[in-house]
């Protein structure tokens, strides 16, 4: 047989004869016949082959070096690992070898075995062999080859194998890209080792993941919540920013404290609100099902609103010991833990709180009694029971009564005598004067059977009162129920009895198990069982304000007096001047129209252009009609101006024209201002004047009708902007005159005529409307559209055509291919043609071009910068006011004035050389979207009426033109009359106004205005306004009531009273007047780079509104110090790129703000309490936060990363790209690039979320402030 591996030699030739010859004869013939057979065969076989080594048999009859088995073993010996283990396998496909290497680890002493080498089932073929032998070194080559793939080894292996070491390094190529480059370490048994390592640590990770899931589980409200690991599960990971947030972790004291405040200062449920009997079935099964007791449940239902509100009741009041699990920290260990430093003290200390009681209470009470466990125990039960000290007194009185059975203490001896003879092995001293019994079958739902003793203390009064206790692993709550139970039976059935302990435990073993059930009410027992005392809730009464009551009703009676009075002034020399200046107005010559329009209809409106004298003759119009009737001293005549500016300057104005004094005939109130007398027939008031008038009347139709009893004209000028104010106001007073429709007159003023939706809005409800029209003093405008400016310039058209015979066909291709986007080259060939004719013409009026934004506005006159006979000036609201003022001044000789401008032009400000308008017909306009509950700034068309204020500014000094660049059929296309406010902006400060007037239908209310808001919108107004604690549920809270009288956004005005709460009020209204206004920055486009580093120096790392702070407060301690030239103090503003205008708008707005929280009973007592905290930044931080919740985004920084150093590894500051920012709703935002933030690598204090003020969606959605 040959064996494996071996060839077998050819044997010598005698025997091979031998065995020829016995093969053949049988072994018949004898030795003589057999050595001539043999001698015949020697001379017959041929020479035979000498047997070929191992090594020719694979490296080949020329190979010298060594084979692949040989190489192997010797790197393993190099390595000193243990020599390989070959495992052969024979298959009908032929034969195949697994080898398997081991090594000895040298600090453990620990053989490592690796799993053997084998090769993937697609290149099995590279190891099948015909014979074991070389199946044997073909593995070994692929052993070498895992181990030594980055090494030349191929060039030392026989030819067979070298090519096979190509094979394998293909393979490689494979497995690398399939993640297993780990099979061709050069160390096998380190890779193993490390990859053990992995695989703990990622099911180490997978396990703590599963224990998050299943904590998150038991989480209120947590179902469908899904965490997902980094590299598991499909889909974005939801979840994955808030595994970094940062933990809220207080000290036991402080804790105590916030549960102290809690109990004590919260006021559960204040309006009254009862759950309907299902709605408390299914909060009581849902929280039960959460870990809370039904008993506890059922108990907060009966005291809160709704099912947050329960849960927020049981986290507060249910002892920390029988709360559910997941709402108390990892690794927390609810009880009594104490520090030994006196072990006498702590143990009574941990005795008597086993009973139930808190442990401030217990070392509190202990303290008190020096040290006496008896005294402690008696006074802790009198607190539980105060009816029992109450009684203490008199027991002590009529204590004779129990003498005849012996001293209390011979029958206190008895008495346990007798209890131990009964209980026997139940039965247990303590001490001289404490004994325990121990109960039987007592069961908790939770915790099945529970060992329980009945601890009974002789106390000072014994035997007329005892101490008892329940020792037990019972929640702390339900041990005092028993025993508070326990004692409420003594002193109703047992007080009179000698020897009560065996009455006692006999009533106790009944009833035990029944108490555990249904324990009873968390807060007849919290004062004792928890660390802050409790009370019990109450309904919170409103303390009413108060009110001057209603003004007395106008009389209509006719005067004489008054009568001849006005007379005689109209022959004063001075009024006739004026009453001659006047007559020069459009509206003098409709005086009588006016007068008769509005006597005979309830309401009446009267349409104007500006500079038509609406404004200020038609309410004089009206005086002096009654003046000359005998009534002009019942007049009581109130004009409403959406702005401050325009109150103040049509009450000089018209005090004027009257030859009167403000304050006397004529007066105004703003807000923290007014100048009004006995005398005053008109008063000139900002809306919100007279809107917060009517709101703090009551709030019933009724109230708000008899506020206004003393009035007879109401006058709403600017109707025509459809402010959210004026809308709100036009809503109340349709109330009104509903109610009482000949109580007033209302006279709404417009700029434009459209005068139809007011006059259906108040004929519906059966109220008689008259309009009056006044023509205007503007000259004619001619305008061009598109086609007509093409034809001017040529612009676009091919060929050597100038473009005044272009046809309609080529016309329509120039048209389509400008496309609906400004074309800067167009509006500057159109400028060039206007200014040869203007010049042509010598007309040396100036051109306003609209265009729709800043950005627009710097690309356009970078454009007609070119252009060297004009003088170029932009004009927007974030200029400067000196910079805006240059629009008012003359061109340079030789020079044609271009202003370029937004919407700001249209008719805030008047440019009086004004000749010729080019109106990109573009807007930008910020709208609201309530599905996301955000706002968007939006490029769009302009309205009509909005393009033909435009066009009239060409018209104010001589005949002009307007040159549109949009197509006729466009402007047929656009809306008529820009979206009403009350469509466009949130609506939370709206609704609470409603609601502060006692208005609980907010929906329906504001359904009624002229143009009603969205649904969505109101609804996800009156959410914010709950989210922000202005309203609970439906009804106005404390803070809500604040806010509805503050003049002021409701974050702002949030600040301003946590301000005063917290003692830096000062900061806090600073920081709403920025708010308000503006920031005082400025940024000019040529010096962006320096205004931003400008605005750096005062940045100390707390974000936008700290900043602008800093500036202010620097520029407001100049400006108080005396000594400070004024010229110092505009080169601190120009140095600092600040503007002394919004500066001053800043300081002035927190003067009202300031007369508005005075007027709420906000004002600080001290200038202490106002600046008591001003720097301290964390509380402003603190506050600003809490009063723009929810608006608060979650800062995610990227993975940290380290780099060597010396020292060590140091982690490197994130890329500012890298953090990223999310928000509740709308997911992801970005900083703005104009905040202090922008580009940020971290935050000062750690900081994981930033508060923001505002939030708009341009290219991306942008928060700042």
Request: glycine share 8%; aromatic share 6%.
């Amino acid at each position: 047989m040959v064996k494996k591996g071996k060839v077998k030699a050819p044997a010598p030739a005698p025997s091979q004869a031998s065995a020829a010859s016995k093969d053949g004869n049988g072994g018949s013939k004898g030795k003589k016949g057999q050595k001539a057979a043999d001698t015949a065969s020697a001379e017959v076989l041929p020479p035979v082959a000498p047997k070929p080594t191992v090594k020719q048999i694979i490296g080949g009859s020329s190979w010298t070096g060594k084979l692949p088995v040989n190489l192997l073993s010797e790197y393993c010996q190099k390595q000193k690992w243990d020599r390989p283990v070959y495992d052969t396998r024979k298959t009908p496909e032929g034969f195949s070898v697994w080898v398997t290497l081991s090594a000895k680890d040298l600090k453990t002493q620990q053989t490592i075995t690796l799993e053997p080498f084998k090769i993937p089932l697609s290149h099995k073929h590279l190891l099948l062999r015909d014979t074991a032998l070389e199946a044997k070194h073909t593995a070994a080559t692929y052993a070498l080859f895992r181990v030594c793939s980055m090494q030349n080894k191929h060039m030392v292996l026989p030819p067979d194998y070298k090519s096979l070491w190509k094979d394998f390094q293909a393979l490689k190529t494979q497995d690398v890209k399939d993640g297993k480059a780990w099979m061709y370490e050069a160390d096998p048994f380190k890779t193993l080792l490390e990859r053990q390592d992995t695989k703990a640590a990622a099911e180490k990770k997978r396990q703590e993941i599963e224990q998050a899931k299943a904590k998150a589980k038991e989480l209120p409200g947590a179902a469908g919540l899904v965490l997902l690991s980094n590299s598991g599960g499909s889909g974005s990971n939801v979840m994955k920013g808030w595994t970094s947030v940062p933990k809220v972790e207080m000290g036991k004291q402080t804790r105590i404290q916030l549960e102290s405040l809690l109990r004590d200062g919260v006021t559960w449920n204040p309006h009254n609100v009862s759950m309907t009997p299902a709605e408390k079935k299914s909060v009581v099964s849902e929280l039960g099902k959460l870990g809370f007791r039904q008993s506890h449940v059922a108990e907060a239902v009966e005291y809160c609103k709704d099912r947050q509100e329960t849960l927020e009741w049981l986290l507060i009041h249910v002892p920390e010991d029988d709360l559910p699990r997941w709402a108390l920290p990892e690794k927390y260990s609810a009880g009594v833990t104490i520090g030994a430093t006196d072990l006498k003290r702590e143990g009574i200390i941990q005795r008597l709180c086993q009973t139930g009681y808190s442990l401030e209470l217990c070392t509190r009470v202990l303290d008190q009694h020096g040290g006496n466990e008896d005294a402690a125990a008696e006074t802790l039960q009198n607190i539980l029971f105060p009816s029992v000290a109450s009684n203490q007194e008199g027991a002590e009185e009529s204590g004779d009564d129990f003498l005849d059975f012996g001293t209390p203490q011979e029958q206190w001896d008895e008495e346990v005598a007798t209890l131990e003879s009964i209980y026997g092995n139940n039965f247990r001293r303590d001490g001289d004067n404490i004994i325990q019994i121990r109960l039987e079958s007592v069961k908790d739902a939770q915790n099945g059977d529970v060992e329980t003793y009945l601890q009974v203390r002789k106390g000072s009064s014994y035997p007329r009162h005892i101490i008892l206790a329940i020792v037990a692993k019972l929640p702390s709550y339900i041990k005092l129920s028993i025993v508070k139970q326990m004692l409420a039976h003594i002193e109703q059935d047992l007080r009179d009895e000698p020897a009560k302990i065996y009455l006692t435990v006999d009533w106790i073993q009944q009833n035990i198990n029944s108490i555990i059930s249904h324990p009873g009410k968390l807060l007849d027992i919290s004062a004792v069982s928890s660390a802050a005392s409790e009370s019990r809730p109450a309904t919170s009464v409103a303390k009413s304000k108060r009110s001057r009551g209603p003004p007395r009703p106008l009389k209509w009676i006719t005067d004489a007096k008054s009568k001849e009075e006005w007379f005689r002034r109209q022959e004063n020399p001075s009024q006739k001047q004026m009453v001659t200046k006047r007559q020069a107005l459009p509206a003098w010559q409709m005086q009588d129209a006016i007068i008769r329009t509005v006597n005979q209809n309830h309401v009446t409106i009267i349409s104007g252009e500006t500079g038509s004298g609406k404004s200020t003759q038609s309410v004089q119009f009206l005086l002096d009609d009654l003046y000359e009737k005998g009534l002009g001293g019942c007049a009581n005549m109130i004009v409403t101006q959406p702005r401050r500016i325009s109150a103040l300057g049509l009450a000089d104005r018209v005090a004027e024209e009257r030859c009167s004094r403000v304050g006397g005939e004529v007066g105004y109130a703003i807000r923290g201002e007014s100048r009004q007398s006995r005398d005053t027939r008109i008063t000139f008031v900002t809306t919100g004047v007279l809107l917060r008038r009517l709101q703090t009347s009551g709030g019933r139709v009724d109230d708000v009708v008899a506020s206004l009893a003393d009035v007879s004209h109401v006058i709403i000028d600017e109707v025509h902007e459809r402010s959210l104010d004026t809308d709100f106001l036009l809503n109340l007073l349709r109330e009104v005159m509903i109610k009482k429709k000949d109580m007033l007159k209302l006279i709404l003023m417009s700029a434009t005529l459209d005068a139809a939706t007011f006059k259906t809005y108040f004929e519906t409800e059966g109220l008689s409307v008259g309009s009056v029209e006044i023509s205007g003093r503007t000259f004619p405008v001619e305008e061009y559209h598109l086609d007509d400016v093409v034809r001017m310039t040529g612009f676009g058209v091919d060929g050597p055509d100038d473009g005044s015979f272009i046809g309609d066909e080529t016309m329509g291709r120039v048209i389509q291919k400008l496309g609906h986007r400004i074309n800067y080259s167009l509006i500057a060939e159109a400028v060039k043609a206007i200014d040869y004719e203007l010049s042509y013409d010598k007309n040396s009026g100036g051109i306003l071009i609209f265009l729709p934004g800043v950005g627009e506005i710097n690309q356009a006159c970078n454009s007609l910068r070119a252009i060297n006979s004009l003088h170029v000036l932009p004009l927007h609201a974030s200029l400067e006011t000196r910079e805006q003022k240059r629009v008012f001044s003359s061109a340079p000789p030789g020079k044609r004035k271009v202003v370029v401008a937004t919407n700001v032009a249209e008719t805030s400000i008047t440019i009086d050389d004004i000749v010729v308008v080019i109106d990109s017909g573009k807007v930008k306009e910020t709208s609201f979207d309530p599905q996301n509950n955000m706002r968007k700034l939006e490029e769009t068309w302009a309205s009509r009426a909005a393009c033909k204020q435009r066009q009239g500014r060409a018209g104010r000094v001589q005949a002009g033109k307007c040159y549109k660049l949009y197509t006729q059929n466009l402007e047929q296309n656009m809306a008529p009359r820009p979206e009403p406010e009350i469509r466009r902006v949130p609506l939370e400060q709206l609704c609470l106004s409603v609601r502060a007037m006692g208005m609980k239908d907010v929906v329906r209310f504001l359904g009624r205005s002229p143009t009603p808001p969205e649904t969505p919108a109101i609804e996800g107004a009156m959410t914010l306004l709950r989210r922000m604690g202005a309203l609970d549920g439906d009804e106005l809270t404390a803070m809500g009531q604040q806010l509805a009288m503050l003049p002021a956004d409701l974050r702002c005005g949030k600040l301003m009273v946590f301000g005063a709460i917290f003692g830096c009020l000062d900061d806090c209204v600073t920081i709403a007047a920025i708010l308000s206004t503006r920031s005082p920055f400025i940024s000019p486009q040529e010096k962006r780079d320096q205004a931003r580093e400008a605005r750096i120096r005062f940045y100390r790392g707390d974000g936008d509104l700290l900043t602008d702070l800093e500036a202010f407060n620097q520029w407001d301690e100049m400006m108080r110090d005396r000594g400070t030239p004024q010229r110092q103090i505009r080169g601190f503003c120009d140095e600092n790129f600040l503007s002394f205008q919004t500066l001053s708008d800043i300081s002035n707005t927190r003067t009202q703000y300031y007369d508005a929280l005075r007027e709420i009973g906000f004002s600080p007592s001290s200038s202490s309490q106002a600046t008591g905290n001003t720097q301290n930044s964390l509380l402003l931080r603190a506050l600003i936060a809490s009063a723009f919740t929810p608006q608060i985004a979650r800062i995610q920084y990227p993975d940290k990363k380290f780099a060597s150093s010396m020292s060590g590894a140091v982690e490197l500051d994130p890329e500012a790209r890298a953090i990223k920012y999310f928000c509740q709703e709308p997911g992801r935002v970005f900083i703005h690039p104009s905040s202090t933030l922008f580009g940020s690598q971290g935050f000062s204090g750690n900081a994981a979320y930033m508060s923001y003020f505002s939030m708009i969606s341009t290219t991306k959605i942008f928060i700042r402030d």
